[in-house]
């Protein structure tokens, strides 16, 4: 990797782009990959099987080298090294502690149901690296925009208070993916209490330093072997724990992901495949569920709370409609959107319309 990373690049688009506004070049120009691999082994990603389950790392010498040609001859450079990382941010330098019994093992997953206990999950060689890098002439920022595998960082309290302290610029994405235990299984991702656990850790680590900080979660919908009551849940905690999330994932079956094979065949290969007695999986085909699980993810937007109240009473849960906190919607549509999209304002005694301020205080007109 030193050797590919070290070639004489020109750090600059090809000069046939001219003077266009590259979205993708924006995003990575002043980016530093230090590893590849994942041994995570998350079935809705392929990483693990086009990068690798053993990481590949950068000397340290190499990464320090690539940041002062950035320095030097990236235009538009202004201190600010916007990532340091790699398909997951916190693998640096991690490997099983025997070779041999690397060599051997087949597990899918290094870190799935449990971290192993052959895995050294020391993060003292990247909080090393990290201060070598804000220790280089001219870097004023480095951070870190990859994402960060929460169940390794509360292994280690000192990486999350470096992380926090130095490399979180307002915001830290983190993938929780879900919080039901049966599409978390299917994903073979860590229960929501690991991802409790390192939001306490992060929030102290940020009071301790004086910084107002938040976690960014994402979460998937119509996973392979979820159902409306799971996303259901997820939507109550979502709602429970005040997160409106703008932008969401809704599952898609890609090259190489082993959910892709729970979604075409039905069946989980995580377990035992054999006639009559393989663990089947639901994968969520139809569009109108498929738009439900969404909705679930964006139980706040009111669009959606048409179809939300009709599912909702479908499934025994009516309970859930109504205005109470612990309810996901309300019981009636605001004019003019969802299915009311088009009607006209309530009209008072009088004539006269019902307007209402962005601060939700009715004046009358």
């Known amino acids: 990797m030193d050797a590919v990373y070290d070639l004489p690049y020109a750090r600059a688009p090809h000069p046939s782009y001219g003077d266009a506004k590259i979205p993708a070049w924006d995003m990575i120009k002043f980016s530093v990959t230090i590893m590849r691999g994942c041994f995570g082994g998350c079935t809705f990603c392929s990483i693990t099987e086009h990068e690798g389950r053993i990481i590949q790392n950068r000397s340290e010498g190499s990464i320090l080298r690539e940041i002062e ?24 330098r991690m490997a099983c502690k025997d070779p041999k019994v690397e060599a051997a093992c087949r597990r899918p997953s290094c870190v799935f149901p449990e971290i192993c206990p052959n895995l050294n999950t020391s993060h ?41 302290t130095h490399h979180v610029g307002g915001y830290l994405k983190i993938a929780p993916e879900h919080t039901e235990r049966g599409p978390l299984d299917k994903m073979m991702k860590p229960g929501i209490g690991a991802y409790n656990q390192f939001k306490r850790m992060f929030d102290a680590a940020a ?6 900080y938040y976690l960014i979660p994402y979460f998937i919908a119509a996973h392979p072997g979820t159902t409306d009551e799971d996303m259901m849940n997820l939507a109550l905690w979502l709602k429970k724990n005040r ?6 994932q809704t599952f898609l079956p890609s090259p190489m992901a082993t959910a892709t094979a729970m979604y075409h065949t039905g069946v989980n290969p995580l377990r035992g ?31 959606n709370w048409p179809v939300l109240r009709e599912a909702l009473k479908a499934m025994g849960r009516a309970d859930l409609i109504g205005s109470r906190p612990d309810q996901l919607v309300p019981a009636h549509q605001p004019p003019g959107t969802g299915k009311a999209a088009g009607t006209r304002r309530p009209v008072r005694p009088g004539g006269k319309t019902q307007r209402f301020t962005t601060k939700g205080l009715r004046v009358m007109k």
């Open 243 to 248: 997160y409106r999330a703008d932008q969401v």
């Open 207 to 212: 009071e301790q330093a004086g910084k107002k």
């Open 124 to 164: 003292d060689d990247l909080i090393r690296l990290y201060r070598k890098v804000r220790e280089t002439k001219g870097i004023k920022k480095v951070m870190v925009a990859s994402g960060v595998r929460y169940d390794l960082a509360v292994e280690s309290p000192e990486y999350i208070k470096e992380l926090v």
């Open 69 to 92: 040609k950035i320095r030097d001859k990236t235009p538009g450079f202004t201190g600010v090294i916007s990532d340091i990382g790699g398909p997951t941010a916190n693998m640096y």
């Open 273 to 303: 495949v054999r006639h009559g007695g393989s663990d089947k999986v639901e994968a969520i085909k139809g569009l109108r569920q498929r738009r439900l699980h969404k909705a679930f993810l964006r139980y706040h937007d009111p669009d």
